[in-house]
């Protein structure tokens, strides 16, 4: 039987930190929660490229679109001081390189 709020459902996005996607894969599977990645923290350059990938192939397979939110906490793009401007641009980049990984 399908939930009462699919048809809302479906249409929304709920973040989950990438790094804690594990404990609510089986939760997003059941009631097709259209999840946003969050990637904070240290996760652009502790998880792996297959991570990103084999995350990106569950969520196809299930039938289940995606986005990516971009970290904003401990990065500062437009900075003055070239080694923050240079580790910001580094991290956005590392999230840029995942977007056609998701789609």
Do not use: W
Request: net charge neutral; proline share 5%; glycine share 4%.
């Amino acid at each position: 039987m399908a939930h009462p709020l699919a048809h809302i459902i479906a249409q929304c996005f709920v973040n989950i930190p990438f790094a804690d996607f594990a404990k609510y894969e089986r939760f997003v599977s059941q009631y097709r929660i259209n999840p946003e990645l969050g990637l904070d923290g240290e996760v652009l350059y502790d998880a792996g490229k297959q991570a990103f990938i084999d995350r990106a192939r569950f969520l196809h397979d299930e039938g289940l679109t995606c986005t990516i939110h971009a970290p904003f906490h401990d990065i500062l793009p437009g900075a003055r001081d070239k080694y923050i401007l240079k580790a910001s641009r580094e991290k956005l980049r590392r999230c840029f390189d995942l977007i056609e990984t998701f789609r």
